[in-house]
């Protein structure tokens, strides 16, 4: 099993940036797919972004190609997501999410095994 702990988050003005990082502890030895997924005040989960702990390059959902970086460190097991140029539709709570095995795209909600609590971002003037 995988257990995921998100840090990062907080409130920032539009065209501001923030930081998330996701460590992932337990049974780490496998290799697992692993991202962020985000939520908007009664809106559906969707994935931001998705990456194989073992290299490969992330996956980006359009809304935040350009503006969002993906960092996954396999050494640390730990996915850094750098969020710049943020917009109010950005609001959300964010969650780290990973299954074992590779990722198959961005993938949907239920693909994913293992959750964690989520942290909050909040863009607004």
């Known amino acids: 099993q995988l257990q995921l702990l998100e840090s990062g988050g907080g409130s920032v003005e539009p065209g501001g940036s923030l930081r998330l990082l996701c460590a992932v502890s337990g049974d780490t030895r496998a290799n697992y797919c692993v991202g962020w997924f985000r939520q908007g005040a009664g809106e559906e989960r969707e994935a931001v972004t998705t990456?194989?702990?073992?290299?490969?390059?992330?996956n980006y959902a359009s809304s935040v190609m350009g503006r969002f970086k993906a960092s996954q460190d396999r050494a640390k097991n730990t996915l850094d997501l750098q969020m710049d140029n943020l917009k109010s539709e950005d609001t959300g709570m964010y969650y780290c999410?990973?299954?074992?095995?590779?990722?198959?795209?961005?993938?949907?909600?239920?693909?994913?095994?293992?959750w964690g609590q989520g942290t909050q971002v909040t863009v607004s003037s």
């Open positions: 990456v194989y702990i073992d290299g490969g390059s992330p």
């Open positions: 999410v990973a299954k074992y095995g590779p990722c198959y795209g961005l993938g949907r909600a239920d693909d994913f095994t293992y």
